[in-house]
């Protein structure tokens, strides 16, 4: 049944990419038009700003603390909604989603977190396994794909082992196979690497650059100037909540 | 849903009643507590509703019959009453009767009464049993207005008090029940609130890995329903045992008297049903109360 529900989107997607290319449409994986945001204590997070990101981009965003970061993040995995504009993902309005419709739209996308978000009472296998069973995936394809993504995050062999008996790094690993083992088409990671030490930074870096190798688009915000410099892909700097800097091969652009 | 996730969502409440031992108990002790107060309550009610029920069933209204009536007109006047729609029996009751049991209910002094037997001054009587007892008064009315009616009496006065203490004190009984379970599903919606509180962090990366607010919703409605469920045992076995007790004790010493107490079986079994209920609903209500706070993001 999965399969063929599987099956089915793949061609839906490509006739919709067939109508649309031959309307001369350019479809952006995520598209933010005056995107403006006010928080109701009255602080502005977001002071207009318009962006587009292709399917299979590698974005940085980078910026000072409190520059509204995490609130251009949150919105494109509709944490929180813009009090004004429109961010479109995939040709979906995230601005006039409805909120039944919030849970079938985060099937699409992965998210990555500073603090890993993993559930400490369930096994490895088990936390990402959660995701595909909380959309009904058929238990056998869940067992294979788990174990799949396990291995490509290497940590298939402890896949038994709880949350608390692993380091930092590979419990990141963990939650960044839970966000991708329901193959979305966008992997969001807020600070993935904040906890981390250098080294351990690297091999997850790795591993986000093997994701988007795969064709998934990645949207990294982080304050790591060290990877920005040297793995170098797209930068958006943000500050004040507007976007100052947007380079394709951009550098970290500030002190430590 | 498919049962395979029925399944997961039974495992999950199961496993999650284990896993925060402290506040199950918590939980189950708060519905422990209000369904024996509940239960109690509800045997006593019960059984004074059974007590006022007798002796509605004993309130009768008595038909005078006029001297001047033949036979033909007595037919008449019980067809008319057997006619009415309220009505449930009529029974005629000659004065030869109404005389001896006159002279019985009056004991020693009562004997004075027998030189009555020569020349009897009391009217046949018709015995009137309503369908209802609060319609005796209505009846009783239409009865006075037919033919060859000198009289029509009920215990006026006497009845209405009765039947409006009755009332009454049923609707203290609702009230005070409804009063009990709404303070139960308060009870529960909060402790159930504080295992919630301590699990918001599953409930966040649920809903951001794309689950339904039903998906998340169900293990602790379940959850809830088995915290009812385990939390009704022991008031059903305790008012079972208590009642069994009683029964043996009271009911032997209410021989004689018109009072009768229900009896165990089936009384005892309906009884558990409702707990069962009571609890079951009080613990899914309570629950949903709580989770649906956590699910508006």
Known sequence: ?256 | MKIRTIGRHARESLKSIGRNGWMTFASVSAVTVTLILVGVFFVIMMNLNRVAETIEQDVQIRVHIDVAATEDDQGSLKSRLEAMPEVKTVKFSPKEKELQDLVKSMGEEGKAFKLFEQDNPLNDVFIVKTEKPQDTMKVAKKAEKLDYVTKVKYGQGKVEKLFSFIKASRNVGVVLIFGLLFTAVFLISNTIKITIIARRREIKIMRLVGATNGFIRWPFVLEGLWLGIIGSILPIVLIGIAYYRAYDYIGPRLTGTFIRILPFDPFVFQLSGILLLMGAVIGVWGSLMSVRKFLKV
């Open chain 1, 1 to 256: 049944m999965f399969h063929i529900v599987f099956l089915l989107q793949i061609l839906s997607n490509y006739v919709t990419l067939i109508f649309k290319i031959k309307n001369n449409w350019v479809i952006y994986m995520i598209e933010m038009q005056e995107v403006y945001k006010k928080y109701p204590n009255g602080v502005s997070a977001i002071n207009g700003i318009d962006v587009r990101i292709n399917q299979g981009e590698f974005v940085y965003v980078v910026g000072p603390s409190g520059a509204g970061k995490s609130t251009f993040i949150k919105m494109i995995y509709r944490e929180e909604v813009p009090s004004s504009g429109t961010i479109t993902m995939n040709g979906v309005n995230l601005a006039k989603l409805k909120m039944k419709k919030v849970p079938l739209f985060r099937r699409n996308l992965g998210v990555v977190f500073q603090d890993f978000k993993l559930l400490q009472t369930l096994t490895v296998y088990e936390n990402v396994a959660f995701a595909l069973e909380v959309i009904e995936a058929n238990p056998k394809y869940i067992k294979k794909r788990v174990m799949e993504v396990l291995d490509l995050v290497g940590l298939k062999h402890k896949a038994r082992m709880l949350p608390t008996e692993l380091s930092g790094g590979e419990q990141q690993r963990v939650s960044i196979a839970r966000s991708i083992v329901n193959s979305p088409k966008v992997v969001i990671a807020d600070e993935p690497t904040g906890n981390l030490d250098p080294e351990t930074t690297w091999d997850i870096m790795k591993i986000f650059e093997e994701i988007n190798n795969r064709g998934t688009t990645i949207i990294m915000a982080t304050h790591n100037r060290d990877i920005v410099n040297s793995i170098r892909h797209r930068v958006i700097a943000i500050e004040g909540g507007k976007i100052v800097r947007d380079e394709s091969r951009g550098e970290y652009g500030y002190e430590n």
